[in-house]
C-alpha cells in the first residue's frame, strides 16, 4: 500500500502537505464533541429546509442505517479485532421482533422497538458466551454460522410467516425514520467515541492487538468482548426493529442478508475500521456509490463492482481513513526518523 | 431399510461435498486463506464439461464415457483459473488482515459469477449421460448408476490429491509451506510457486467434481455459494488441512442431511447443518478426526 | 442464500472509490463525530444534484406528449432469463404502438409511450428504492411491476403509498393481492390456483388417481402454490401421502422421491422452479419413480427446460396461463399469432406466458389512457379496475382484488408432436398422455 501511495503521491503531496492533513487530525482529535454535535445539527436540517419525503429521504435515511450497523460491526470487528459475519442475525431477530409484536400483539412502535433492542441483546449474550470463545477464521465461520442458521430457522416457523416473512403496510412517514436512524446514529457515534477514551475503549483495542497479554495484564477479557458483543447487538437490533416498518415488510432473505453483512465489513474497512468516523464515512460513501451505479450500468454492475472490490482491497488496505492517516505520518516519520506514533491526540488509533 | 436408503443417499452425495471440501481444506491450511471463491470453482467445471461436450456432440449428451473424458480437460482449465488467481490477486493479499482476504476472494467470487451470468445467462443446464438402466437395485436400496459413478469418481480425486501432497516432490513442497513458509522458503522452495500450485490444484479437484454435479444435479452460474457453505461445515467437521478428515466430513455431513431429510423434513437439512457446525467449532474446534486445526 | 449475493452489496463495496473520493472528510477521522455532518451534507447534497439532472425527463403528460412508464425487471441476479422475456415484450409492444402513431387517449391528445426499466437484480430489497427512485427522480405516473412475487410485494406498497398505479405481470402470490392495496393489478392467476387444473385433470381420467405426493421449495410463491394445492385436494377424495418442503438451495431431491416411491404416491406435484424441475425429471428416472402423472408449476415448459432434460422431461405436465397457438384479437398486433411471430422475428425466441402477460400489461395501461377523460393517477386507476378487453394476452378484466380473472390451462410434454395442451378440453389440442409409462417401459 504504501509503496502505491509513494509512487503516485507527488502530485498531491505538492497539493496537500502531510503536515496539513496531521495538523487536521489533531484540529479533530481536540475538538470531537463539539464536531459531533455538529454534525447532528446540519444532519437534522435537511427535512427542516425542505427535503421532502421521498426518493433523497430514503436514500439519505438507508446511509443513516447502514452507518450504524457498520459502526456497530466495527465495535467488534475493528476495535476488538473479532471479525463477526453474523451480525446482520441481530438485525433480523430486531426486525422480526418489531414485525412480530406490531402486527400480532398491536404492541405500539416504539415500544416494539426497545424491546427489539433488548431482545437482540438477549440474543447476544447467549451466542456471545458460545462464539465470543473462538478467534479468527473460526469466529468468523461461527458467526456465519449463527447467520444462516437463524435465517433457515426463520424460513421454517409459523409465527416469522415462513419463507413469506410479514408484510406491515401501515408505517410512520419516511421524516420518522430519517430522524430515528439519524438519532440512533449520533448516540451510537456518541458512545463509541466517549467509551474509547475511557479504560473500556483501551481494553478492547488490547484484546485486539494481543488477547494473551490483555489477559496476562488481568483483565476479564471474555467480560469485554461480551459486552462490546451486546453494545453492537443492541444498536444492530434497535435498527433492524426499525427497518422491518421501514422497508414495509420482513423475510428470511432480507432480514438476514449475509450480502449485507459483507458490505458493513467493507464499509468499516474502507472508511477505516478502529475509528469512530471511518466506519460512518465508508457508509455514506459506499451507499452513494451505489445509487448512482445502480442506475448507471444495467446488467454489468456487479461485474464491475466484483472487480472494484478486488482493486480497492489490495490497493488501499487501510481504508480511507487508515490511508490519510498513514500519509499524515509520514512527515513526522521523516521530521522525528523513527517509529513515530500517529500522536494526532487520538486513541482510537487504525489498524496497524 | 428406510435409514439404510437415506445413508446410501448421503454417501453417495456426500462424496461430491467432500471432494469438493478437501480442495478448500488445503487452500486453508497451505496459504491461509478461506477461499470464498470456491464454489465458483466447482461451477466452472461444470460448465467446462458442458461445454466441451456439447461442442463434440452438438448437444450436452454422451455415452459415460465420452462423459469422463472431458473431466481432465475441466481438472486442466480449472488447474490453469486457480494458479493464475493465487499469483495474480490473492499471493497480494496473504499475510494481511482476515477481512482483507475475505473481501478479496468475496470480490473474485462475485466477479465470476457475474461474468458467468452475462456469458452463459441463468439457465440451469445439465449433462444427459445415457445408460441403458439407469439405476440398480440391492437388497431393495435404489443406486443411481451415474450417482455411483460420481461417487467413485469423487473419492478417486480426492485420493490422488492425497497421494499427490504424500509421494510428489510438488506435494511435499506443499506439505512444507503449509507448515513454514519462511523455513520453506530458506531451503529453496519457490513459496509463492507453491502457494499458486495448491490454489490450482485444489481449484484443479473442484473443477473435476462440478463435472460430475452437472450430471447428477445441473449447474447454473450462482451455485457456487452452497458449495463454499458446505465446504466450511465439512472443513469444520474434519479440521483444516486434514484430507481425510474432510473427506469423512462430506460424507458425514451428507448423512446427516439425508437422515434430516428422511426422518425429520427436508426443510430443515440446512438448519440442522449450521447448527451443527456452531456446535461443533465450539465443542470440538480441532475437528472430529484433525490434529491440524490450531487457530 | 442465493440472493445474498444480491447486487447491493457490491454497489456499496464499490463505494471505496467513492470514500477515496471523499478524502477531505477523512481528516476528521479518528476523532468523533465531524465524519457524520459532512457526510450528511454530502449524501443530501449530492441529492440534490441528482434530482436537476433526473427531472430532465420531465415527467409526464402535457407539453411533450410522451406517457412515460416506469418499472423495475429482473435483468441481472436468479431470474435474469425470465426478466429478459419481459423487458422484449414491454420494448416490442412500446415500439408498435408508437409507430402506428401513439396512443389517442381520452383527453383529445395522442401520446407516445415511453419506458424506464431499471434492474433490480432479483433483490426484493433493492425494488423499493428503485420504484421510489421512478416515482420521484423520473416523475413516472404509471408503473410497471417487477418480477417474481418477492420483488413484487414491496413494490406494490410503494405504489400504493404514492397513489400511482401498478400494473404487474410477473408477481402471482396471493399475498400481493390480500393486503387491500387498491393500486396493484395482476395478470397472472394467482400461485393458489396453479395446480387446480392439474388435479382437476388428473381427477377427470379414467383411472382416477387416489393420492398425490406434494413437494414444495421452500419460497413464497411455491409455498402458496403448494397450501393451494393442499385446500383443492381437501375438497377432493384424494389421499395426500407425501408433502414435503425443501430449503431452495438443496440441489438433491433423492430422499424426498425415495418417500413418494415408497408411498406409491399416484401423482406427483412439484411447486418449484426450473432448477428443481431439471432435478426431478432426472432423478425420478435414475431414482425409478413412477407416478401416473408429474407436474412441476414453473419453469416446467421452457424449451431450455427439456432441451436440459431430453428425453426424461417426456409426460412432465406444466400450468400456462396463455397458450402460444391461442388466437385472442389484440388492437396493437392484431392477434395473438402476429404476436408470437413478431417476438420470434426480433429476438429469436419463441416467447411464453410471460411474454404475453408483459403484452397485456403495457395494453391494461394503454387501454385505460384511452378510455379516460383525464389522465392522471387516479382516473387511470379507476379505469384499469373496469378493463374489459381482448389483448394477445386474451381477456383483460380484474376481480376486486386486482387480479386476472382466469384459470390455467395444463401443457403436456409429449414424445411425438412436443408441447400439447392437454386440459381444459375445450381448449386441448390432445388428450394427456395419462398415466405415464414406466421408466422401464420407456
Not at chain 3, 328 to 351: H, L, R
Not at chain 3, 384 to 390: E, K, L, T
Request: proline share 3%; glycine share 12%; hydrophobic share 45%.
Amino acid at each position: 500500500m504504501s509503496a502505491e501511495s509513494e509512487s503516485n503521491s507527488g502530485l498531491l503531496r505538492s497539493l496537500v502537505p502531510p503536515d496539513q492533513v496531521d495538523r487536521l487530525f489533531g484540529v479533530c482529535g481536540a475538538h470531537g464533541w463539539k464536531l459531533l454535535a455538529a454534525s447532528a445539527v446540519v444532519g437534522a436540517l435537511p427535512p427542516l429546509l425542505g427535503l421532502q419525503q421521498g426518493y433523497y429521504m430514503t436514500v439519505i435515511s438507508e446511509m443513516f442505517l447502514f452507518a450504524i450497523l457498520a459502526l456497530s460491526w466495527d465495535i467488534v470487528g475493528g476495535q476488538t479485532g473479532y471479525p463477526s459475519f453474523g451480525n446482520m442475525a441481530f438485525f433480523g431477530i430486531g426486525a422480526y421482533t418489531t414485525a412480530i409484536l406490531i402486527k400480532d400483539f398491536a404492541i405500539s412502535f416504539p415500544v416494539a422497538m426497545v424491546v427489539a433492542g433488548l431482545v437482540a441483546v438477549a440474543f447476544a449474550a447467549v451466542i456471545g458466551a458460545v462464539v465470543l470463545r473462538l478467534r479468527g477464521h473460526y469466529f468468523a465461520i461461527a458467526t456465519l454460522g449463527v447467520l444462516l442458521a437463524a435465517q433457515q430457522i426463520s424460513r421454517n416457523l409459523d409465527i416469522t410467516g415462513g419463507a413469506s416473512g410479514k408484510i406491515l403496510l401501515e408505517v410512520p412517514s419516511g421524516t420518522v425514520f430519517y430522524y430515528l436512524f439519524l438519532g440512533v446514529l449520533v448516540v451510537e457515534m456518541g458512545v463509541v467515541y466517549y467509551l474509547s477514551n475511557t479504560r473500556f475503549g483501551f481494553i478492547l483495542n488490547a484484546i485486539r492487538d494481543d488477547e494473551e497479554k490483555a489477559t496476562a495484564m488481568g483483565f476479564n477479557t471474555t467480560y469485554y468482548k461480551t459486552a462490546a458483543w451486546m453494545l453492537a447487538s443492541l444498536f444492530t437490533g434497535v435498527a433492524g426493529g426499525a427497518y422491518s416498518l421501514f422497508n414495509t415488510f420482513i423475510d428470511p432473505q432480507t432480514a438476514y442478508n449475509g450480502a449485507w453483512n459483507v458490505e458493513l465489513i467493507a464499509m468499516a474497512l474502507l472508511g477505516g475500521s478502529g475509528t469512530v468516523a471511518g466506519p460512518v464515512i465508508g457508509a455514506f460513501g459506499l451507499h452513494t456509490v451505489i445509487e448512482v451505479v445502480e442506475t448507471a450500468f444495467v446488467g454489468w454492475q456487479l461485474v464491475l463492482l466484483g472487480i472494484v472490490v478486488i482493486v480497492t482491497v489490495i490497493g488501499f488496505p487501510e481504508g480511507a481513513v487508515g490511508t490519510l492517516r498513514e500519509y499524515a505520518s509520514e512527515m513526522e516519520y521523516y521530521k522525528r526518523g523513527g517509529m513515530a506514533a500517529t500522536d494526532s491526540g487520538e486513541e482510537v488509533s487504525a489498524d496497524e | 431399510m428406510a435409514f439404510t436408503q437415506f445413508v446410501v443417499n448421503g454417501l453417495l452425495i456426500g462424496a461430491l461435498f467432500a471432494a469438493v471440501a478437501v480442495g478448500f481444506a488445503l487452500i486453508w491450511g497451505v496459504v491461509d486463506i478461506i477461499n470464498l471463491a470456491h464454489g465458483e470453482m466447482v461451477m466452472l467445471g461444470g460448465y467446462t464439461s458442458y461445454w466441451v461436450l456439447t461442442l463434440v456432440t452438438g448437444n450436452a449428451e454422451g455415452s459415460p464415457l465420452l462423459f469422463l473424458v472431458t473431466i481432465p480437460v475441466a481438472i486442466l482449465v480449472l488447474f490453469g483459473v486457480g494458479y493464475a488467481l493465487q499469483r495474480t490477486l490473492v499471493s497480494r493479499v496473504i499475510g494481511t488482515d482476515i477481512f482483507l482476504t475475505l473481501l478479496v476472494t468475496f470480490g473474485i467470487s462475485i466477479a465470476i459469477q457475474q461474468l458467468a451470468l452475462q456469458a452463459w445467462s441463468a439457465n440451469p443446464r445439465s449433462i444427459q449421460v445415457s445408460f441403458a438402466d439407469p439405476s440398480f437395485t440391492v437388497a431393495g436400496l435404489v443406486v443411481p448408476k451415474m450417482k455411483l459413478v460420481a461417487f467413485v469418481g469423487a473419492i478417486v480425486l480426492t485420493a490422488a490429491l492425497y497421494l499427490f501432497l504424500q509421494k510428489t516432490r510438488t506435494g511435499r513442497a506443499i506439505r512444507a509451506v503449509s507448515q513454514n513458509p519462511e523455513a520453506a522458503a530458506l531451503v529453496g522452495i519457490d513459496v509463492e510457486h507453491t502457494r499458486a500450485v495448491t490454489f490450482g490444484v485444489s481449484s484443479a479437484i473442484a473443477g473435476g467434481v462440478g463435472a460430475f454435479i452437472a450430471t447428477i444435479l445441473n449447474i447454473q452460474p450462482q451455485m457456487g455459494l452452497i458449495y463454499t457453505l458446505k465446504s466450511f461445515v465439512i472443513v469444520v467437521f474434519g479440521g483444516v488441512g486434514s484430507i481425510p478428515g474432510a473427506l469423512v466430513g462430506g460424507l458425514l455431513l451428507g448423512s446427516v442431511e439425508e437422515l434430516t431429510a428422511g426422518f425429520i423434513s427436508s426443510r430443515w437439512t440446512l438448519a440442522v447443518s449450521f447448527t451443527l457446525l456452531i456446535v461443533l467449532l465450539v465443542v470440538k474446534p480441532q475437528g472430529l478426526f484433525g490434529e491440524g486445526a490450531e487457530q | 442464500m442465493t440472493r445474498e449475493h444480491d447486487r447491493r452489496q457490491f454497489i456499496k463495496v464499490a463505494g471505496s472509490a467513492g470514500v477515496l473520493g471523499l478524502t477531505g472528510l477523512a481528516g476528521c477521522s479518528g476523532d468523533g463525530g465531524d465524519g457524520g455532518s459532512d457526510g450528511g451534507d454530502g449524501g443530501s447534497d449530492g441529492g440534490s444534484d441528482g434530482s436537476d439532472g433526473g427531472s430532465t425527463g420531465d415527467g409526464g403528460s402535457g407539453e411533450s406528449n410522451v406517457l412515460r412508464l416506469g418499472g423495475s425487471m429482473s435483468l441481472s441476479g436468479d431470474n435474469a432469463d425470465l426478466g429478459q422475456l419481459y423487458k422484449d415484450a414491454y420494448e416490442l409492444t412500446i415500439q408498435r404502438i408508437n409507430e402506428s402513431g401513439g396512443v389517442e387517449a381520452g383527453d383529445g391528445n395522442t401520446y407516445e409511450l415511453e419506458m424506464v426499466l431499471r434492474d433490480d437484480g432479483t433483490d426484493a430489497s433493492a425494488s423499493k428504492s428503485i420504484y421510489q427512485e421512478l416515482i420521484d427522480r423520473e416523475n413516472i405516473d404509471y408503473l410497471l411491476g417487477p418480477y417474481s412475487s418477492t420483488v413484487t410485494l414491496p413494490a406494490s406498497a410503494v405504489a400504493a403509498q404514492n397513489g400511482k398505479p401498478m400494473v404487474e405481470g410477473g408477481g402471482a402470490s396471493p399475498e400481493i393481492f390480500s393486503q387491500g392495496n387498491e393500486w396493484i393489478f395482476g395478470l397472472l392467476p394467482t400461485a393458489n390456483k396453479y395446480a387446480k387444473s392439474y388435479i382437476d385433470m388428473c381427477l377427470a381420467q379414467d383411472s382416477a388417481p387416489e393420492s398425490i405426493a406434494i413437494l414444495a421449495e421452500d419460497g413464497t410463491f411455491s409455498q402458496s402454490t403448494a397450501e393451494g394445492a393442499r385446500n383443492k385436494i381437501s375438497n377432493t377424495d384424494l389421499e395426500l401421502v407425501v408433502d414435503e418442503t425443501f430449503p431452495s438451495d438443496t440441489s438433491d431431491l433423492s430422499t424426498n422421491l425415495g418417500k413418494v416411491r415408497e408411498q406409491g404416491a399416484d401423482i406427483l406435484l412439484l411447486c418449484a422452479h426450473q432448477k428443481h424441475n431439471i432435478i426431478l425429471a432426472n432423478q425420478m428416472e435414475s431414482q425409478n419413480v413412477n407416478v401416473d402423472a408429474a407436474m412441476g408449476t414453473v419453469g416446467s415448459l421452457n424449451e431450455s427446460f427439456k432441451n436440459e432434460v431430453g428425453p426424461n422431461g417426456d409426460y412432465m405436465y406444466g400450468p400456462s396461463s396463455w397458450a402460444v397457438n391461442a388466437n385472442f384479437d389484440d388492437p396493437v398486433f392484431g392477434n395473438t399469432q402476429n404476436f408470437v411471430s413478431a417476438i420470434e422475428e426480433n429476438y429469436d425466441y419463441t416467447p411464453d406466458y410471460h411474454s404475453a402477460a408483459a403484452e397485456g400489461v403495457i395494453l391494461t395501461f394503454m387501454n385505460a389512457f384511452q378510455q379516460v377523460d383525464e389522465l392522471g393517477p387516479t382516473p387511470v386507476r379507476n379505469q384499469i379496475r373496469n378493463s374489459d378487453f381482448s389483448s394477445v394476452y386474451g381477456n383483460v378484466a380484474f376481480d376486486d382484488s386486482g387480479v386476472i380473472d382466469k384459470n390455467m390451462l395444463v401443457y403436456q410434454w409429449q414424445p411425438d408432436p412436443g408441447l400439447q395442451i392437454t386440459y381444459p378440453e375445450n381448449v386441448a389440442q390432445s388428450d394427456p398422455l395419462y398415466p405415464m409409462p414406466d421408466w422401464s417401459e420407456r
